[in-house]
Nanobody, 119 residues
Framework: QVQLMEFGGGLVQPGESLKLSCVAS????????MGWYRQAPGKGRELVAR???????NYADSVKGRFTISRDNAKNTVYLQMNTLKPEDTAVYYC?????????????WGQGTQVTVSA
């Protein structure tokens, strides 16, 4: 069972930057997506960004041009660089792994890290 741990949340002011890290407990092989979701109070969980096995990435429209997802396979780590943060980016950010095993997809989640953007 893969475990995911997030690091890097915190309180920042609007316009500032923050970098989140997600470390997997083991090396991920095969076909997968690793990404970040977020959930603001009173709202559903939404995809922020994800990166595919072949390094193709996609982003929510609301973060395009401001957030960048990347990974370091040697460290089993995925990063989310968040620039020009806005109050509406305030949420709990969750790391997610979707892994294809045979013909089935498995979902793994981290415990979440709080990001608060406030003056």
């Amino acid at each position: 069972q893969v475990q995911l741990m997030e690091f890097g949340g915190g309180l920042v002011q609007p316009g500032e930057s923050l970098k989140l890290s997600c470390v997997a407990s083991e090396t991920i092989f095969g076909i997968y997506f690793m990404g970040w979701y977020r959930q603001a109070p009173g709202k559903g969980r939404e995809l922020v960004a994800r990166i595919r096995t072949d390094s193709v990435s996609n982003y929510a429209d609301s973060v395009k041009g401001r957030f960048t997802i990347s990974r370091d396979n040697a460290k089993n780590t995925v990063y989310l660089q968040m620039n020009t943060l806005k109050p509406e980016d305030t949420a709990v950010y969750y790391c997610n792994l979707k892994h294809l095993s045979g013909s089935d997809w498995s979902d793994y989640w981290g415990q979440g890290t709080q990001v608060t953007v406030s003056a």
